[in-house]
Every structure is written in C-alpha cells, then in structure tokens.
C-alpha cells in the first residue's frame, strides 16, 4: 500500500503537469517577446514546485516508514534493530537538539536547553526518532538521498533498484542514469532559484522530470517499506 507521503506528492505532480498544461495551451514554443515573461513563471515554477514536492515526499515517507518502529505505540526491542540505525538515530537526536534547528539555525543556548532535555528523553528511554532521519539540508540530490536511506538499512540503493526502474522506465539505462537524472533535476531547480531564469528549460525536460520523479518515489517508497518492515520483524516483541 502506498504511503499517505506518495500520494501527496503525486499529487504535487498533477499540480506541475496542471502547469504545464496551461503554458502549452496558451504559449508558443519559442514563446514571442511578449510572452516570454508568462512562460518562464509557469515553467520556473514547475521546475520548482517539483523538487520541492520530492523533497518533502522524501522526508516524509521515512518519517511515515519509520513511525512503524516507534514504541509506544509499536512493541519494539530498541537493542535489537540494526546497529546502523541506533547508531544514526542517537547521534543525530542529540547534534540536532544542540545545533538548536536541522536548518542550521543557532538559537541561543538558553533556547536549545528544552529541545536537548527532550532529545536526552528520547535517547535515555531507547525511541525511534524519526526526525533524527530526515534532514536534507534542502538539497535533494542523488547523494542526500542514498545518505539517507542508508540510514534506514537501503544499502547501495542505486545499484539494488536498477533493475526495478529500468522496468518501470521502459528503455536501458546508464549505469548511473538515475543518479544523474536526478542531480539534473535538483540542478534545474537551484538554476531557477538563484537566477530567476527558466526560458532554457524544455518542455521535454519538464515532462521527463515528473515522470522520473513519481517512478524513483514509487521505487523509494517501496524500498523505505521492505526496509522498516524488515527491522520489526526483528526487533518485535512478541
């Protein structure tokens, strides 16, 4: 079953293609002079609007995977999940409770004391924090998320899904197609933020990127799934 973050963000994805619909309907391609400044606000934006939406489907669906492990309300052995992830989840429960904010904020120390008493609470009494695994650092990019599946217990996750998206894909690809295409992605992304300049992206490239993205969430989400239910299985409390 899908998780509630996949359907939100293919959701987002009928949003940009809603977007793009109406830039196709109402613009030529090339735009003329006058319509240029409408076609790089509907086209930036979906650029834009795309990554944004993957990027919180991906913290999202660890956070969704992974509240399968928390105990309360899931009777789960702390002790008995994989050395990878206690190790993550401790240490980053703490580092984000004394840096005071996953956006590298610094509140001052007084303010910080609340969030790391708690960040203690958790790591005294052996929870699962699912927060602690949801740090992009607002970049999305092939690296930030084989980071963060690794986390999780996806090893090698570009190499292990190969197969699956080429499937889903339909066409052979490169050995790293999928790191790449999302780095070009994510890149596109940053291009618009930064320089407010959308007129050298493609209608083509626009319809690949929903594409891509909704096949590598349905693969990452699926992925996110097997790997928590595996750690259940062997930290149940029976």
Same mark, same amino acid.
């Not at 009928?14 to 509907?42: C, D, F, M």
């Not at 992974?66 to 992830?85: I, K, M, T, Y």
């Not at 790191?179 to 994510?186: G, P, R, S, T, Y």
């Given at each position: 079953m899908p998780s509630h973050a996949l359907e939100q963000f293919k959701m987002t994805l009928k949003v940009a293609s809603e977007l793009q619909r109406i830039e196709r309907t109402n613009y030529r391609n090339p735009p003329r002079n006058n319509e240029e400044l409408a076609v790089q606000g509907l086209r930036g934006g979906m650029a834009v609007l795309v990554v944004a939406g993957f990027e919180r489907f991906l913290k999202n669906a660890i956070e969704e995977h992974l509240s399968e492990l928390c105990n309360p309300p899931h009777p789960v052995d702390f002790q008995r999940l994989p050395d990878a992830l206690r190790i993550h989840n401790t240490f980053a429960t703490l580092e984000m409770a004394l840096r005071g904010s996953a956006f590298g904020q610094s509140p001052t120390k007084l303010a910080r004391l609340a969030g790391i008493a708690r960040a203690s +609470?958790? !790591?005294? @009494? %052996? +929870? !699962?924090?699912? %927060? @602690?695994f949801t740090v992009t650092g607002g970049n999305p990019s092939s690296k930030t998320v084989a980071a963060m599946l690794k986390t999780v217990g996806v090893d090698d996750f570009y190499n292990s899904i190969r197969n699956k998206f080429t499937r889903k894909w339909g066409q052979p690809i490169a050995n790293t197609f999928i790191q790449d295409k999302l780095d070009e992605i994510v890149n596109r992304r940053h291009v618009v933020a930064h320089t407010a300049d959308a007129l050298n992206i493609s209608r083509g490239q626009l319809r690949e990127s929903c594409r891509f993205l909704r096949i590598l969430a349905e693969i990452l989400d699926n992925e996110l799934r097997v790997a928590t239910n595996a750690c259940f299985r062997l930290a149940r409390i029976t």
């Amino acid at each position: 079953m899908p998780s509630h973050a996949l359907e939100q963000f293919k959701m987002t994805l009928k949003v940009a293609s809603e977007l793009q619909r109406i830039e196709r309907t109402n613009y030529r391609n090339p735009p003329r002079n006058n319509e240029e400044l409408a076609v790089q606000g509907l086209r930036g934006g979906m650029a834009v609007l795309v990554v944004a939406g993957f990027e919180r489907f991906l913290k999202n669906a660890i956070e969704e995977h992974l509240s399968e492990l928390c105990n309360p309300p899931h009777p789960v052995d702390f002790q008995r999940l994989p050395d990878a992830l206690r190790i993550h989840n401790t240490f980053a429960t703490l580092e984000m409770a004394l840096r005071g904010s996953a956006f590298g904020q610094s509140p001052t120390k007084l303010a910080r004391l609340a969030g790391i008493a708690r960040a203690s +609470q958790i !790591v005294v @009494a %052996d +929870q !699962v924090n699912p %927060d @602690a695994f949801t740090v992009t650092g607002g970049n999305p990019s092939s690296k930030t998320v084989a980071a963060m599946l690794k986390t999780v217990g996806v090893d090698d996750f570009y190499n292990s899904i190969r197969n699956k998206f080429t499937r889903k894909w339909g066409q052979p690809i490169a050995n790293t197609f999928i790191q790449d295409k999302l780095d070009e992605i994510v890149n596109r992304r940053h291009v618009v933020a930064h320089t407010a300049d959308a007129l050298n992206i493609s209608r083509g490239q626009l319809r690949e990127s929903c594409r891509f993205l909704r096949i590598l969430a349905e693969i990452l989400d699926n992925e996110l799934r097997v790997a928590t239910n595996a750690c259940f299985r062997l930290a149940r409390i029976t």
